[in-house]
């Protein structure tokens, strides 16, 4: 089987779904993020907008989710509430400069 081609994005961000850490939450959390990407025409299942979204099972850090992780930036954040998200979503998928303050770790 060939893998489907995929148009190229600018982010990619990744939603610990669990299983241990912020069950329930993170799974909305992962829906909620897909819904305010469309309707802002940012995302496309197969990356025909400007920012992919998947879920992975586990980040290996077991506390303090729900957790995003935002590339190429490699920009985590922690405790990702409703709210949070939508700054992340202005503020770091739209104009390109991660939350100050919603983060626990950036890459370089």
């Not at 995302?43 to 850090?61: E, H, L, M, T």
Request: a positive charge.
């Amino acid at each position: 089987m060939e893998p489907k081609e995929m148009k190229t994005y600018q982010r990619h961000v990744l939603v610990c779904t669990g299983p241990r850490c912020a069950p329930g939450a993170s799974e909305t959390l992962y829906q909620t993020l897909k819904k305010r990407l469309d309707s802002l025409g940012l995302y496309d299942k197969v990356a025909k907008g400007p920012v992919k979204r998947s879920q992975c099972n586990c980040f290996g850090i077991c506390e303090g989710g729900p957790i995003l992780v935002v590339y190429p930036e490699g920009v985590w954040y922690g405790g990702v509430t409703p709210e949070i998200l939508e700054r992340i979503i202005e503020e770091h998928l739209i104009k390109g400069k991660p939350v100050e303050g919603g983060y626990f770790h950036k890459m370089s």
